[in-house]
Nanobody, 127 residues
Framework: QRQLVESGGGLVQPGGSLRLSCAAS????????VAWFRQAPGKEREGVSC????????NYGDPVKGRFTVSRDNTKKTVHLIMNNMKPEDTAVYYC????????????????????WGQGIQVTVSS
């Protein structure tokens, strides 16, 4: 069964850091392009970051550029999102999403592009 499981969420103070992880099972992970999305209460889901199956192409939404970093470890079938200098407006449920692709450099931040989704994990930034 193909599955994505997020971990690492929680409560952090403004200016602090968190690392989210997305573990894939049931996939051949080096054929996966992966993205992170988030959804805050009352707001639409927005793209946070994406990483190509090769790991050489990454992209970030404007609100997180310079603060968040995405990376992947295909040996462990895991994608990480390191979030630094966090702000209250980063508070949301974060989702990882994946699609199997033969394109080495595919990196999209549009949610309809993805076939597989994790269950989501809460991230709260508050003092």
């Amino acid at each position: 069964q193909r599955q994505l499981v997020e971990s690492g969420g929680g409560l952090v103070q403004p200016g602090g850091s968190l690392r989210l992880s997305c573990a894939a099972s049931g996939f051949t992970s080096d054929f996966l392009a992966v993205a992170w999305f988030r959804q805050a209460p009352g707001k639409e889901r927005e793209g946070v970051s994406c990483i190509s199956r090769s790991g050489t192409v990454t992209n970030y939404g404007d609100p997180v550029k310079g603060r968040f970093t995405v990376s992947r470890d295909n040996t462990k079938k895991t994608v990480h999102l390191i979030m630094n200098n966090m702000k209250p407006e980063d508070t949301a449920v974060y989702y990882c999403a994946a699609i199997t692709t033969t394109a080495q450099d595919m990196c999209l931040m549009t949610s309809p592009s993805y076939d597989y989704w994790g269950q989501g994990i809460q991230v709260t930034v508050s003092s």
